[in-house]
C-alpha cells in the first residue's frame, strides 16, 4: 500500500465518521427517537426534553464534564472502571508520544545510511511512511541506543500508570462496597456441593441445620437451589399468554378508535404459526390458557420445591460481616464438600451451572482450555484463507463481474484499504457467542464471571490470529520447517514481519475509530430496527419499552477489541511512533462517545464491583510482555549487540505483575471484612435480600403466604430481624 | 563388593543391632538409668517400677499392642501421623514384594542369554546378586513386560494406600481438632502487617479498635507483639543467677550432711569463667544480683509494653468459629496490610519472625531458596571428593601408618563395607542446623512450619546428593559435556548407573536400621551423657531434669532419613527387588522402635495436628515420580520399544497429587469451621487462653494487677467472658 492510498483511506473514514456524526446530531433531535439516543436518561425517568436545540457538540461538553461520581451514579462501578483502563491506557499512549514522536522520527527520517546501502532489501514497499520508521534505520546503528531508550520508557509509563489505576480501581471498589446501602449479595454466601442428606432430611433441611449449627447467631434462611427445568417451561408460556392477552386486549382497544365503534376482536388461528387451525377469539383463547395454566404452575412449584432440591443453596446471613467471613472459610475438612463462595448479584446468578460438582467443574475447566485452545488454532487457517482470497487480484479473477467497478481508480483504492479489514471485522464479530456459551459450561455460576472468563478467551484469540496471524501470515507456512526446528525463530520471524504489515494496522486501527465509533455514536442499526419493530409489531408499551431497551455495553467484546487496538499500538511504538496519535485517537474518542454512551443509552445488565479489571491488568501487562519480546527480537534482527538490555525489561514487568496480583488480586476475588463492617443506613429488611434471589418462576403473587410455608419449612422457626 | 563382603556387612550390622538390644535390655532395669529410659513415664506421673523384671521383649509386645488412640494421647497426633507415615510405607513395600519378589526373582536368575552374549559388559561386578537383578536380563528381551507391569503395580498400591493413609490423617486431624478440650491456638489469630497509626494511637489502641469495629460481639482482646530483645536478655540473666542461687544453696546444704555440720558457704570469683577476680560468698552475690535485677526487668517490661509496640498482634476471640473464620478471611483490601492467619500453639510461636513485613517475606523467600539451592550444588562436590577419598587404596596411600591394620582381611572387608556409608552419615549430620536456620530467615512464625521447610530442603539435598550424587557420581565428572549437550541423557546417565549401585545402597539401608535403630533403642549417647552430667554438673533438681529431658522425636531430621530410604527402594523395588525385605525391615524395626521410643522416651516439643502429612506425602510421591522416570529411562536403556507405555503412569502420578491437594490439602493449612463449630466441655476462661501467649519474660509473678494494666489499657471496658 503507498501513501497515497493510505490517504485515501483515512480522509473516507474520517468522512464517514463526520457523516455518522451529523446524522447523530440530526436524528436525536426528534422526538421520535429520543427512546434511542436517551433510554438510561428515561429509565431513570430523567426527561431528556430539550436536548435537540442545543449545538451539536453538547454531547461531548457533557461527557467531558461529566464525573467519575456520575459513571458511578447512572452506570455503577464496572461502566466507571471500564473509563479508568481507558484513561489509563490512553494515559501511557499519550505519555509515549509525547517523548517518541519528537525524539525518534527525527532519528528515524534523518537516517539515510540504509536507502543508499540496501535499497533492495525493503521489498519495493518503500515510501514516505516507512521512512519515518525504525525500518529506516541501518543495522548495528549507535542510533538504535534511541529506540532502546524508548522501549524502557514505554515500559516504565505503562508500569506506573497501571499501578496509579490499580489503586484507584481498587478504592472504588472498597468505597462501593462499604457504602451503607443494602446489597442482597452482601448478606448471602453460596453454597455448593452440599453432600446427601443421610438421615431422611431434605437437602433444605440439611443446609438449615448445618448452617445453624455453626452460625447460631447470623445464619438467617436459606435458599435452596431447585431444578427449575419443568417450572420455568410453564412459567414462560403463561408469561408468553398474558403477553400476548395484553397485546390482543390493546389493539382490540385501538380499533374501536378507528372505525367501528364496538371494535373488532382480534382473531387468531391455535395451528402452526398461526397459519392453520382453529380460528379463535384471540382474548377469550389467551384468557382462557392462563386460567387453565395458572393451577399448572402453582402446583409444579410445590413439587419443583420440595422434591427438585439440588445440592446447591444461597445461605443468607444476618450480617455483612459474617457473611464476608463465611464466604471466604473453609467449611466442611475435605474441600470438595460444602463448598462456599461469595454469592453473585440476584440478576447474574447462573442458577443452572449450580448444581455441578467440585471435581466435574475442574475436568469442564481444563476440557474447555483445550476445546479453546483448538478453537484457536483452527481459526487460523480460514483467517489466512480470507487474508489471500481478499486481495484484489484474487477478487477479480474469483468474481470477474466485480471487474469494472474495481477498476475505476477512486473504489479501487478504497477497497484496497478497506477490503481485508472489513473481511477481518466480520469474521471476528462471530467468535463471542461461541466463547460465551464454552465459557458458561465451565459450571461458572454468575454471569459476570462468564463474561470475563469468555473476553479472556478472546483477547489470547486476537492476539495469536489476528495480531500475529496477520503480521507473520504469509511468511509463515514457508518457514514453518524453520519453526519447527528451531521454536525461537518465532520472535525473529515475527520481528522481521513487523515493518512490512505498519500501515495494514494503522489503517486498521483508523477504521475501527472512525467507523466503528461512529456507528456507534449513531446508533443507526439500533434506530432502524427499533422504526422498523415500532411500526410492524410493537402493540404495547411493554412491547415498545423491549424494542428500544438499549442493554449494556458488552463488555465480552469490547474489552478484548480495546485490547487488541493496545496491543498493535505498544508493539509498532517503537517501530513506527506514527501510529502512536492513531492509538490517541481511538482510546481519545472512544473514551468521549462512550462516555455519551454510559452516561445517556446503556443500562447495565450486572454490577461486578470492579472484577473486571484484575482481568484487564493482567491482558494490558501481557501486551507488554509480547511488546518488549517483538522489540527484543526486533533488534536481534538489526543485529544490535546491546539487544539484551531489554531482557531486565521482560523480567520486571512480570515482577510487577506479581507484586500487582499479591498487593491487591485478592480483594477483587473476594470480600474484605474490614469493608463489610460499616454500620448500615437502616436495618437490612432480610426478607426483601432473600426474596431478590428468588428466581421469578417460582415467586407468587397470589399465595404469598402459600410460597413461604413450601419454602421455608424449617425456617419459620428463627425470628425475622 | 563381591557376595562374601556383602554376607560379612550384613552379619556385622546384624550383630551390632544384637549387642544393642541386649545392652538396652540390660541397661533399662538398673533403676538409675530409668529417667534415661522412660522419661515420658515419669513426666506423666506414671512409676516405671517393675519394667526392669520381665522378659527381654516387654517392650516390643507392649510397642505392638499399643493403639493409635494410646499415641494420641500420651504423644500427640503429630506422633500419631508419623506412624501412618511409617505404616502405610511399609505397607507400599510389603504389598509390593510379596508381588515382586516371587515373580521378578525367577524371571530374572532364569534369563541366562546375558551372561553368554555379553559378560565382558557387566564390568567385572558380576556376582550371584547381580544374577538376581533386572541387570541380568537381556536387552530387548520380552521378559521386561514383567518389570514394565511390576512398575505399574508398585505405582497403584502407592496410589491405593496414600489416598487412605490422607483420608485416615485428615480424620485424625478433624478428630484432635473437635474435641471439646479448650486449645488456646484456636481462640486466637494471628494478624500481621499492621499499619503505621496515623492519629496519635499506639499500635495496641489501632488493633483493638480495628478488631472491635469488625467484631463487636466476639473480639476479646489483642495481645501485641513487642521488641523483647532487651527484657529477655534481663530476664534470662535474672533466670540464670536464679538457677546459680538455688545450686549454691544445694552445696551448701549438702556441705554441712557430710563434714562440717556448720557447712562451707560456697564461694566463686567474679572474673573470667570463674577463674580470675574477686572472691565472694555465691550465695550472697546472687541474692544481691536478683535483688537488683529485679526492679530493673520490671522496668523494662514496662518499657517494653508501652513503647516497643511492633506492627504484628494475637487477636483473641470469645468463640472459635469466629476465630477460624477471622483467619481465613481478608481484612483489608491491600492484601499486605492487616495480615491475619491462623494463630500458632503457644510454645511454637517464634516472636521475633512476626513483624517482618509482606513483601520482606516473599523476597527471603525467594532469596533463601536460591541459597539453598546453591548450598544444594556445592555440597556435591565435597561429596565426591569424600567418595574418592575413602576408598581403602586412597586411603593406604594417604594415611600409611593405617596399613598393617587395613591388610588384615576381617578388618578390610568391613572397612571396606562401611566406610563410605559412615562417611556419608556424619556429612549429613552437619546439615539440618544450617536448613533450620535459614528455613527460620524466611520469616516463618510457629517452630512446626519451620522444622517441616527445613525438612522440605533437607528432602531434596538429599534425594539429589545422596541418591543421584552417589548413582551417578563417578560418571558424572566424565560425561559432563554429554549432558550439556542434552540434558535429557541425564535420565538415561542415572538408569545406567543404577544396578552397579545396588548393592551399595543394600548395605546403606542395612546400616540405616541395624545401627541407627539399634543406637536409637539402647539410647547409648543419651546415657552416657546423662551419666557424666549427673556425676559432674547436676546439683539441683531441675539441673537433673535437664540433664536426662528426651527431647522431641526430631521431624526435621527423621523423616527426609525416611524419605531416602523410602526413595532409594522405590527406586530398586523393580531393578533389584532383593532390596524390597531391606526396606520392609527398616520401616518394620522403625515403627517397633519408635512406637516405644514414643511411648516412653520423647516427649513432644509441639502440636501441629498433623500438618506435617500433606508434606510427607507430596514427597512420598515425588520419591514415586523419580522412581517411574528412572525406570522410563532404565526401560529405554534396555532397548525396550514399549517403554514409553510408562509414561501415562507418570501422569497419573501429577493427578493423583494434584487431585488430592484439592480435595485434602487446605484443611491443613487452614482451620474448618465445622471442625470449629461443637459446644466446647466448658465456657473457655479467657483470660487464661491469653496468658498462655504472654512470653516468659514479660509475665511477673508479683505485680500481676499492674502487668495486667499495662497490657491491656483499652481492653479493660469489655466484660470479661
Keep these: 500500500m503507498?501513501?497515497?492510498?493510505?490517504?485515501?483511506?483515512?480522509?473516507?473514514?474520517?468522512?464517514?465518521?463526520?457523516?455518522?456524526?451529523?446524522?447523530?446530531?440530526?436524528?436525536?433531535?426528534k422526538p421520535a427517537n429520543r427512546v434511542v439516543y436517551y433510554p438510561n436518561l428515561i429509565?431513570?425517568?430523567?426527561?431528556?426534553?430539550?436536548?435537540?436545540?442545543?449545538?451539536?457538540l453538547t454531547w461531548a461538553f457533557e461527557a467531558i464534564r461529566s464525573t467519575e461520581h456520575d459513571v458511578i451514579n447512572v452506570s455503577g462501578v464496572d461502566t466507571a472502571v471500564y473509563f479508568v483502563f481507558l484513561s489509563t491506557v490512553l494515559g501511557i499512549l499519550a505519555l509515549a508520544g509525547i517523548v517518541l514522536l519528537p525524539v525518534l522520527l527525527p532519528v528515524s527520517s534523518t537516517d539515510n545510511s540504509k536507502k543508499t546501502a540496501n535499497s533492495t532489501n525493503s521489498n519495493g514497499t518503500f515510501n514516505d511512511l516507512d521512512k519515518l520508521s525504525m525500518g529506516n534505520v541501518a543495522e548495528k546503528s549507535s542510533r538504535l541506543w534511541a529506540y532502546l531508550l524508548a522501549t524502557y520508557w514505554v515500559s516504565l509509563v505503562t508500569y506506573y500508570l497501571l499501578w496509579r489505576a490499580y489503586k484507584h480501581v481498587s478504592a472504588l471498589r472498597e468505597n462501593a462496597l462499604m457504602s451503607p446501602e443494602i446489597r442482597p449479595e452482601q448478606f448471602a454466601v453460596l453454597v455448593r456441593d452440599v453432600p446427601r442428606p443421610t438421615d431422611g432430611q431434605t437437602m433444605k433441611e440439611q443446609v438449615d441445620s448445618y448452617f445453624r449449627a455453626i452460625y447460631p447467631e447470623t445464619f438467617y434462611r436459606s435458599l435452596i437451589a431447585t431444578d427449575n427445568k419443568e417450572v420455568n417451561k410453564i412459567w414462560e408460556e403463561l408469561e408468553g399468554y398474558r403477553k400476548k392477552l395484553v397485546r390482543a386486549e390493546t389493539i382490540y382497544d385501538e380499533s374501536k378508535k378507528t372505525g367501528n365503534p364496538d371494535g373488532t376482536r382480534p382473531t387468531h388461528k391455535t395451528g402452526f404459526l398461526g397459519l392453520v387451525g382453529k380460528k379463535v377469539d384471540s382474548?377469550?383463547?389467551?384468557?382462557?390458557?392462563?386460567?387453565?395454566?395458572?393451577?399448572?404452575?402453582?402446583?409444579?412449584?410445590?413439587?419443583?420445591?420440595?422434591?427438585?432440591?439440588?445440592?446447591?443453596?444461597?445461605?443468607?446471613f444476618t450480617n455483612r460481616?459474617?457473611?464476608?467471613?463465611?464466604?471466604?472459610?473453609?467449611?466442611?475438612?475435605?474441600?470438595?464438600?460444602?463448598?462456599?463462595?461469595?454469592a453473585?448479584?440476584?440478576?447474574q446468578l447462573t442458577w443452572t451451572n449450580l448444581p455441578i460438582k467440585f471435581f466435574e467443574r475442574q475436568v469442564r475447566q481444563y476440557v474447555i482450555c483445550i476445546i479453546v485452545t483448538l478453537t484457536i488454532f483452527f481459526y487460523m487457517i480460514p483467517i489466512g484463507f480470507i487474508s489471500a482470497f481478499t486481495t484484489l487480484q484474487n477478487l477479480k479473477k474469483l468474481l470477474p463481474f466485480l471487474k469494472p467497478m474495481i477498476d475505476q481508480p477512486e473504489i479501487r483504492t478504497v477497497l484496497e484499504a478497506y477490503l481485508p479489514q472489513i473481511a477481518l471485522i466480520v469474521f471476528l464479530a462471530l467468535l463471542p457467542k461461541l466463547l460465551l456459551y464454552l465459557s458458561k459450561l465451565e459450571g461458572i455460576p454468575s454471569q459476570s464471571h462468564i463474561e470475563r472468563a469468555a473476553s479472556g478467551k478472546y483477547f489470547y484469540f486476537t492476539v495469536l490470529n489476528v495480531f500475529i496471524g496477520v503480521t507473520v501470515g504469509g511468511t509463515l507456512f514457508g518457514t514453518f520447517k524453520e519453526i519447527e526446528n528451531d521454536p525461537n525463530s518465532i520472535v525473529a520471524l515475527l520481528a522481521t514481519s513487523l515493518p512490512g504489515n505498519a500501515t495494514f494496522f494503522l489503517t486498521f486501527v483508523a477504521l475501527q475509530f472512525f467507523v466503528g465509533y461512529g456507528l456507534e455514536l449513531s446508533r443507526i442499526v439500533p434506530l432502524i430496527i427499533f422504526h422498523l419493530k415500532k411500526?410492524?409489531?410493537?402493540?404495547?408499551?411493554?412491547?415498545?419499552?423491549?424494542?428500544?431497551?438499549?442493554?449494556?455495553?458488552?463488555?465480552a467484546t469490547r474489552v478484548p477489541g480495546d485490547m487488541l487496538i493496545i496491543t498493535i499500538v505498544l508493539c509498532y511504538s517503537v517501530i513506527a511512533p506514527l501510529i502512536i496519535p492513531f492509538g490517541v485517537i481511538y482510546f481519545g474518542l472512544g473514551w468521549l462517545i462512550l462516555r455519551n454512551q454510559a452516561l445517556k443509552v446503556y443500562v447495565p445488565a450486572y454490577e461486578?464491583?470492579?472484577?473486571?479489571?484484575?482481568?484487564?491488568?493482567?491482558?494490558?501487562?501481557?501486551?507488554?510482555?509480547?511488546?518488549?519480546?517483538?522489540?527484543?527480537?526486533?533488534?536481534?534482527?538489526?543485529?544490535?549487540?546491546?539487544?539484551?538490555?531489554?531482557?531486565?525489561?521482560?523480567?520486571?514487568?512480570?515482577?510487577?505483575?506479581?507484586?500487582?496480583?499479591?498487593?491487591?488480586?485478592?480483594?477483587?476475588?473476594?470480600?474484605?471484612?474490614?469493608?463489610?463492617?460499616?454500620?448500615?443506613?437502616e436495618p437490612p429488611q432480610l426478607e426483601l435480600i432473600f426474596k431478590a434471589y428468588v428466581p421469578p418462576s417460582l415467586s407468587l403473587e397470589k399465595s404469598e403466604d402459600e410460597f413461604e410455608d413450601a419454602l421455608s419449612q424449617v425456617s419459620r422457626s428463627v425470628s425475622l430481624a
Tied chains: 1, 2.
Aim: charged content about 20%.
Design 283 to 316: 382474548i377469550e383463547f389467551y384468557h382462557e390458557k392462563i386460567v387453565e395454566l395458572t393451577p399448572k404452575l402453582e402446583a409444579e412449584q410445590k413439587v419443583t420445591l420440595k422434591e427438585k432440591q439440588q445440592p446447591a443453596a444461597l445461605v443468607f
Design 535 to 555: 411500526k410492524y409489531f410493537c402493540k404495547t408499551e411493554a412491547e415498545a419499552r423491549d424494542a428500544w431497551f438499549p442493554g449494556d455495553l458488552g463488555y
Design 321 to 342: 460481616v459474617a457473611a464476608a467471613a463465611a464466604s471466604q472459610s473453609l467449611h466442611a475438612p475435605l474441600v470438595d464438600t460444602w463448598t462456599v463462595m461469595c
Design 43 to 56: 429509565l431513570r425517568g430523567v426527561d431528556p426534553e430539550g436536548r435537540g436545540s442545543r449545538n451539536p
Design 2 to 29: 503507498d501513501l497515497s492510498s493510505f490517504i485515501t483511506s483515512l480522509t473516507t473514514s474520517f468522512l464517514i465518521f463526520i457523516v455518522l456524526v451529523l446524522l447523530f446530531v440530526w436524528l436525536s433531535r
Design 344 to 347: 453473585p448479584e440476584p440478576r
Design 608 to 681: 461486578s464491583y470492579g472484577r473486571m479489571w484484575p482481568h484487564m491488568h493482567a491482558r494490558i501487562l501481557a501486551s507488554l510482555i509480547l511488546y518488549q519480546v517483538t522489540m527484543l527480537g526486533y533488534f536481534s534482527v538489526k543485529k544490535f549487540v546491546y539487544a539484551p538490555v531489554l531482557i531486565p525489561g521482560v523480567i520486571l514487568s512480570f515482577l510487577f505483575g506479581y507484586v500487582c496480583s499479591n498487593k491487591f488480586y485478592r480483594f477483587f476475588s473476594s470480600a474484605s471484612v474490614e469493608v463489610a463492617s460499616p454500620v448500615l443506613k
